[in-house]
């Protein structure tokens, strides 16, 4: 089955965000798979966001996942990978739909509150990056056969 790598961001975190957006997760059917409270260092910062290494907002974004605490999450679904792409809204909070985390919770770019990998190839990636395979836990909820 298919997972995802999903943050809140410092931002999600100070506005008290964590339970709206897990619940947003949760609600449409997602299995939560891995969960871990805990600050990013700059060396995990640095390769979390390697592909943005050469953008004029490089430095700042670093400082931004750094500055506090951050929710990190491995979920799991059919189509979870793109799905959450859509449900988190566009990376500019002012174009991302209303109905969408971002649509709705957030108002700049640069704290948009919630990251969510956008690719298979980023999923992977990502969550070897956060957490190792004994922390991904493997369980059976009884309304799993209503939802997938
Ligand atoms: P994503 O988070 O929707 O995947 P990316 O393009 O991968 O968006 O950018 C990573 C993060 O970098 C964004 O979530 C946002 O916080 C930040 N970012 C992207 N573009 C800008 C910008 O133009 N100015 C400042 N920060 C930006
Ligand atoms: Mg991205």
Do not use: C
């Not at 988190?88 to 739909?97: F, R, V």
């Amino acid at each position: 089955m298919e997972q995802t790598f999903v943050m809140v961001k410092p931002d999600g975190v100070q506005r008290s965000l964590v339970g709206e957006i897990i619940r947003r997760i949760e609600s449409k059917g997602y299995k939560l798979k891995a969960i871990k409270f805990m600050i990013i260092s700059q060396e995990l910062a640095r390769e979390h966001y390697v592909e943005h290494v050469d953008k004029a907002f490089f430095k700042d974004l670093l400082s931004f996942i750094t500055s506090g605490p951050v929710v990190a999450m491995v979920w799991e679904g059919e189509g979870v990978i793109a799905s959450m792409r859509l449900l988190m809204g566009k990376t500019n909070p002012t174009e991302a739909e209303p109905g969408t985390i971002r649509g709705d919770l957030a108002v700049k770019v640069d704290q948009n509150i919630i990251h969510g990998s956008d690719s298979p190839e980023a999923a992977q990636r990502e969550i070897s990056l956060f957490f190792q395979e004994r922390e991904i836990i493997d369980y059976n909820r009884a309304i799993d056969r209503w939802i997938s």
